[in-house]
């Protein structure tokens, strides 16, 4: 298997696509279960990472940070 059957599902093979769902994910790699193999997504695009939780500043941190604390002794 060279590099070009790897990346987009081997552009200029014919493929019997089995409409798995896996090309559709916006991952940067892919399992291709009509190719048989893991498939490199040129067309990935990083989505923005989004920051969930905690963090100092926010309002009620500290009995958050508490409550957690408190949690975790016991």
């Not at 969930?52 to 957690?68: A, F, I």
């Amino acid at each position: 298997m060279n590099l070009n059957s790897l990346i987009n599902g081997g552009q200029g093979k014919e493929m019997n696509c089995i409409n798995c769902g896996n090309c559709k994910d916006n991952q940067p790699t892919y399992y291709c279960a009509a190719n048989g193999g893991f498939v490199i997504n040129t067309k990935y695009e990083p989505s923005e990472k989004l920051r969930s939780g905690w963090k100092k500043g926010m309002q009620n941190y500290e009995v958050h940070r508490r409550k957690s604390k408190k949690e975790v002794e016991v």
